[in-house]
């Protein structure tokens, strides 16, 4: 059985410490691109924007089999974002290590959330 906190710090880790934030518009030359996994380099740089970093993340923690989410937020500066869940926690390349989704209430209006599977439908959270 695998300690999951201590692989999504793990996770997240990793790939912050490889990720250059570089915006969609810059990178792809369309305002909204979000990466399919086999794009996403399993070393070396990552290159993306917010979507590329939790779509990262969030093929590590398949390999694991270790459940997760895509979360659409607000910032508190009113805009879109892209975070991973995991029970509680949430990778986010705005924060060094791994924060938990209360402490982040404040900051963020959690707007909708996807399945767990590839393909599965995304749900409104109230």
Do not use: Q
Request: one cysteine or more; charged letters at 35%.
């Amino acid at each position: 059985m695998i300690d999951t906190i201590s692989e999504i710090k793990k996770i997240h880790r990793d790939i912050f410490t490889r990720f250059k934030y570089i915006p969609d518009k810059v990178l792809w030359g369309i305002d909204e691109h979000w990466e399919k996994e086999d794009e996403i380099p399993d070393t070396g740089v990552i290159k993306g924007d917010c979507d590329c970093f939790a779509l990262a993340c969030r093929k590590e923690c398949r390999k694991l089999d270790i459940p997760s989410r895509l979360v659409h937020v607000i910032t508190e500066t009113e805009e879109g974002h892209l975070v991973l869940s995991v029970e509680d926690w949430i990778l986010d390349n705005r924060y060094t290590s791994i924060m938990r989704k209360r402490d982040l209430d404040e900051l963020y209006k959690w707007i909708r959330i996807s399945g767990y599977e590839k393909g599965d439908p995304w749900h409104m959270i109230e």
